[in-house]
């Protein structure tokens, strides 16, 4: 089946600092992405649509300030994690619509710890 | 997931079939997903089903939906240890998948 691919799968960082993560899709084209959140041993919650070439769409009380979203190719979405706090510490996966109609497609997920 | 809902836990000896049981509200919901996922990692699809199906099979997996009852299930045949996982089932409302609790597989020798 079709890839996404994420980097990094860990990222240790201190309180403050910024922290990208990115979201490739290998070998296909994907005009929109999706990028969720997931904790410990609980289910993944919507954060936001990206779309190639325009503004992201944040689903409530997602902030968009502390979640910067850009989606500058058909293959690449990226998200930065702007004055990262602990609280931040997440496991973040994104998804793609694959090439066939009603596929989507997962990353491996990126852990993030915030110190 | 508050739309779709699934029982936490679900264990089964290895080689019997497992059956994961997932409930969702919106009869308008165009794709069903299977996904699983292992410890640390992503979700890894498993299948999907058109809501205009009733079954789809694909090797040991088979997916019913019954859509007057907005049920969907995910038979594992011969169920393996390498199963052993944790399984969402998720629902696509207007572009966006909306994802249940998921069922944690556990698979005994």
């Known amino acids: 089946g079709a890839v996404v691919s994420q980097h990094p799968s860990r990222v240790i960082c201190k309180s403050g600092t910024s922290v990208k993560i990115e979201c490739r899709s290998l070998d296909f084209q994907a005009t929109t992405m999706f990028w969720y959140r997931q904790f410990p041993k609980q289910s993944l919650m919507l954060m936001a649509t990206?779309?190639?070439?325009?503004?992201?769409?944040?689903e409530q009380g997602v902030e968009k300030d502390k979640f910067l979203i850009n989606h500058a190719s058909l293959t690449l979405s990226t998200l930065t994690v702007t004055s990262a706090h602990p609280e931040d510490s997440s496991f973040y996966i994104c998804?793609?619509?694959?090439?066939?109609?009603?596929?989507?497609?997962f990353g491996e997920g990126s852990r993030l710890t915030v110190l | 997931g508050e739309d779709v809902e699934q029982s936490l836990f679900l264990s089964v000896r290895e080689g019997d079939s497992s059956v994961i049981n997932c409930t969702y509200t919106?009869?308008?919901?165009?794709?069903l997903y299977w996904y699983k996922q292992e410890p640390g990692a992503g979700l890894q699809l498993l299948t999907y089903?058109?809501?205009?199906?009733d079954m789809k099979q694909d090797q040991r997996l088979t997916v019913l939906l019954n859509k007057k009852d907005k049920h969907l299930s995910l038979r594992i045949a011969d169920t393996q240890t390498g199963d052993s996982a944790i399984y969402f089932c998720a629902e696509k409302k207007g572009g966006k998948l909306i994802f249940g609790q998921g069922t944690e597989l556990s698979v005994k020798p």
């Open positions: 089903i058109f809501s205009n199906m």
């Open positions: 998804s793609a619509s694959g090439p066939n109609t009603g596929e989507l497609f």
């Open positions: 919106d009869s308008s919901s165009t794709y």
């Open positions: 990206s779309n190639e070439g325009s503004k992201a769409t944040y």
